[in-house]
């Protein structure tokens, strides 16, 4: 395409648009928490943090805030938009950290917990901050895939630093690793302050949200659920 048939050649479009528009034609949703690193090509990146530092300013100078003159926020646009791209958000815009599966030679079909993992997001109302724990249980079997006790840490911060609300969050971890490790049963449970409530609105600062996710054979056998939830509260 080209202006001459009344259109902008692609080249000349906003990073976002050719991101967003290769999602729409693969019909790829691209929610607050969904990745999106597989619309997005070599060297885009970089482009897209100096787009969103550009709309930034703006955003600064519709707060009035004289981005020219105050030293303090001359460059503020930049390093929000890096914030957002390299590590808040990152876990949109990167793919998924490598994980090396080993098999259950020894058959382990034990109750494995791995936590309290510290955790961070974003709530996606409001970009406020989200911190808190997070504890994964597993009932492996013989087909089971093991991973390093790090690894769980490293797939829980990918999903996790995108915009999110902590209930779907949580099942996004469950998928992750129901699909990685494939187990008889997976539980995660999070508990996490929310500065949507701390920072504003009825600003209570002692309120926490703790929910959980239960699957196979951790839903089906409530001996099971007790024992990891007992387990799990003797190390807050």
């Known amino acids: 395409m080209d202006d001459s048939e009344g259109k902008v ?14 999602l729409r034609q693969g019909r790829r949703r691209f929610n607050a928490n969904d990745n999106i690193a597989e619309a997005i090509e070599p ?8 787009e969103v530092a550009g709309k930034m ?8 805030i004289d981005i020219e003159n105050d030293h303090n926020t001359q460059d503020t646009a930049r ?23 080993f098999p259950n030679v020894t058959s382990l079909s034990e109750l494995m917990i791995v936590g309290p993992m510290t955790v961070r997001s974003a709530c996606s109302h409001h970009f406020c901050p989200i911190m808190g ?4 249980g597993l009932m492996p079997n013989q087909h089971s895939n093991l991973i390093g006790l790090s690894k769980y840490a490293r797939l829980a ?16 971890i469950a998928d992750l690793l129901m699909d990685k490790v494939k187990p ?23 309120a926490k949200m703790t929910n959980s996710v239960m699957r ?10 007790r024992e990891f939830l007992s387990l799990i509260s003797n190390r807050s």
């Open 79 to 101: 390093r929000v938009a890096k914030m957002y791209l390299n590590e808040v958000f990152q876990g949109r815009y990167r793919p998924a950290p490598p994980v090396t599966e």
């Open 216 to 225: 196979g054979s951790f839903l089906k056998d409530p001996a099971l659920r």
């Open 43 to 50: 060297g885009e990146l970089e482009l897209l943090l100096d």
């Open 9 to 22: 050649p692609q080249a000349v479009r906003p990073v976002s648009e050719r991101i967003r528009n290769r």
């Open 57 to 64: 300013r703006g955003v600064l100078e519709s707060l009035v």
């Open 157 to 172: 911060e990918w999903v996790l630093s995108r915009p999110q609300i902590q209930e779907e969050a949580i099942t996004q």
């Open 133 to 136: 724990r997070l504890w994964v």
């Open 184 to 206: 008889d049963g997976l539980a995660v449970v999070m508990e996490a302050d929310h500065f949507c409530m701390h920072w504003r609105g009825v600003k209570d600062t002692g």
